[in-house]
């Protein structure tokens, strides 16, 4: 493992856990060259992934941008990074379990707005809006409106 530090490729694991749900092992590791402790998560990689952007470009799947996308809708709100990564996970675990290869970002955008539709209200709001690329405040309004016919049904 590289040391973010010198970038030396030298660690030494120094210590490892298993997550609370027992689907990351933790790692405590340190550098052999400058002896920076730095931490790393070990997951369970079922398949590759690759993703079909709208374009109809292919990228592989990046579980990161995932949490960076939910960060930003959860910014300010009260939902800790514990169930991002938790929200992440079984998101990811869904995605691995189909038959596809290829999912297109459109699959993955609706995965993440049903994930946080049980999370935060507001959250899955503000990362609609991005998905379906409001551009006008009418926009929201016909969003809501729709969500509160829905929850009357």
């Known amino acids: 493992m590289r040391c973010p530090q010198c970038g030396k490729k030298n660690s030494q694991v120094k210590d490892s856990r298993p997550s609370e749900d027992d689907t990351v092992v933790r790692r405590r590791r340190e550098c052999s060259n400058c002896e920076a402790r730095f931490t790393t998560f070990e997951r369970v990689q079922l398949r590759e992934l690759?993703?079909?952007?709208?374009?109809?470009k292919l990228l592989p799947f990046d579980r990161e941008k995932l949490v960076r996308s939910i960060s930003i809708a959860t910014?300010?709100?009260?939902?800790?990074?514990?169930?991002?990564e938790t929200l992440v996970d079984v998101i990811t675990r869904k995605l691995e379990k189909q038959s596809m290869a290829e999912?297109?970002?459109?699959h993955i955008g609706l995965l993440v707005m049903e994930a946080l539709k049980d999370v935060d209200d507001v959250?899955?709001?503000?990362?609609?809006?991005?998905?379906?690329d409001f551009q006008e405040v009418e926009d929201f309004s016909d969003f809501l409106e729709e969500l509160s016919r829905r929850a009357e049904d």
């Open 50 to 56: 690759v993703v079909v952007k709208r374009s109809g």
């Open 75 to 84: 910014r300010k709100r009260e939902v800790d990074i514990v169930t991002i």
């Open 103 to 106: 999912i297109s970002t459109r």
């Open 123 to 132: 959250a899955f709001v503000r990362f609609a809006s991005v998905y379906h």
